[in-house]
């Protein structure tokens, strides 16, 4: 009896331009702005770079180690060009004319520094024309030049290498997780990324979560706003098989707009990432892993495959919990004025739970309060995915996904008990009421 | 009786309808009439007093298989063809069968749209609209239909056909048809029996031709105004 109902709704939304669009276009618009960022990113990166292979050189000291650091940095390939000595504008002056960006000004001492074996002087000037994310890059390159150089002069005649001068110590830290019985490499501050991953999810399921609900909300209140609900009710269905159908229908079509956004986004990071043929210049790979708190051969034995496969329906099971509660709000709304109005709020508040779970140590929550989160559908992906981290999944898991779609099919079967027009339209007042005030309170618009 | 929230909506409303016959609830604007057939129709509960449909409560959801219900402002699915509406219908109620095939046929030949009928209803103009509904309401032969204000939004000829397909479909099916109408001339037409409504009560029961004559007016506009004007409503 129901299949009719779905297909109804899938058709109705499908072809409604105004559901669809904003899909495609989400689709199309990441690659775009992934372009659009990685082009002048780029540009800035190579002008940056290019500019910094030719330097020019202030010698204030005119030393033997101040000509030596002119030689260590031509034999690196660079080219050096002596600049006259004077006042900032002049340097840039005299910069600008060779087509210079940086300038390096060795000070008087910085020779008698290095043979005392001291630490010494030297000034940069980066020529720029405005403050950019980039224009750093070419001035550290040539500082690492002579940094290296300094290193060497420094321990010429001594035992030490210059390796040994910048790393002294040899450490070996590891991080015991008592929790999961594994040592991991690093002191436990190098996974706080990890962690803080946890943050991410909560955020990513209200990006995800937010289309559905809102499409739900929207097309459960057209039926009230062109009055086909009347109608719908009369026909011999159930009121939970009407929800029921708007539900399945819509998140149907939900899924497919979403796997058309996750492609788009898998497209903007191929191009921000992948594409950039300078990225490597600047991180080399084994810092990129660190930025992530680990290495990456660690992680794949650290994150269980079966917890990530769990983390996946929830988070799928939450989506429909979402959509549940738009048909809800859909159906509690007079127009679809109202059920927008609603339901962004409504979005905002249910993450606040989660993000209690994020922050909240395992001892504080309590075995209760840890089982309602894990059978709540809006709060579940977000434990799971902190124990999968931090600690393990409880064996009791897959009970949990099963509970959690119980919840949402509960909470839907309770709407149907009230899902009557009489108790609708009564219900449509208060609600009218609520997204009146919500709307006084929003400031005019400029 | 039926209350929303403090406002009395009707007051005393009370008549019965024979089987097979078409009977006719007049009443002007906000007079009671969608409030009546909303509570006949299963969606609202009296506040007060008892409605019986075919012997059963209007809540029943078994009597939702032999009563149809035409809102006066049903809206249609936007992105959905004629057709595809008629065929939805038809299967919600007989399934995927034979019969329903033969409920489509005739909801097809009800509305009368043509080729028309497979387009989006979004293209559709209110009348055609509205002989969409009107054919979703017959089609499933019901027992009693209840049509508020049919050839509402309709022309001249299109409300006449309307009229003239709920009368041979009444002939034809033996079914009962409870209408409300704005336009007394049309239930005239059309009913055999009528009430008179305002405001929530029902000042007059009987046939057309009967009230005409015990009035002696020349049509039941006629008779209402006599009726309202001798404080009937009161």
Redesign the interface.
Known sequence: ?I???I??EV???L??PRVILPFIIGALVMPVVGLALMIPMRAGIEQAIAGARAVGLVDLDGSTYSSQLAEWLSSKGLVVVVLEPGPPGQLAEQAASRGLSLVLIVPKGFGESLERKQPANITVLDMVREISFFGAAGSELVLRLVEEYTLTALTRDTPLTPEVVRNPLRRSVHTYLLSKGVQLPGDPASYIALALAALLVPLLIIGLALTPMQMAATSMAVEN????L??L??????PRDILLAKLLGMFAVALLGSLLEIAGLLAYFFIIFLQMPLAGELRQPTEAAQLFGAHLGVLQGFIDPSGVAFLGVSILLSLFFFAALGVIVGALSRDVRIASTLTAPLGFLAVIPSYAIVFMSSDIMGPALRTAFYIIPLTQPVIAAKDLVSSTLPPEAPLYLVSSLFFTLGLLWLASKVF???SLARLQRSFEALAEKLSRRKPPAA | MKDFGGFRALKGVSFEVEEGEIFGLIGPNGAGKTTTFRILAGLLTPTSGKVEVLGRNPGDFELRRLVSYLPEDAGTYRNITGYEFLRLVAELYYGRSREAEEALELGLRLAGLGEKIHEKMKTYSKGMKRRVQVARALMVKPRLAILDEPTVGLDVLHAREVREAVRSFSREHGTTVLLSSHNMLEVENLCTRVAMIHEGRILREGYVRDLLQEYGARNLEEVFIQLVGAGGAG
């Open positions: 009896m299949r009719p109902l297909a109804k058709k109705d939304l072809r409604d706003e062109e009055r086909t009347e109608t009710l009369t026909l011999p269905v159930r009557a027009f009489e």
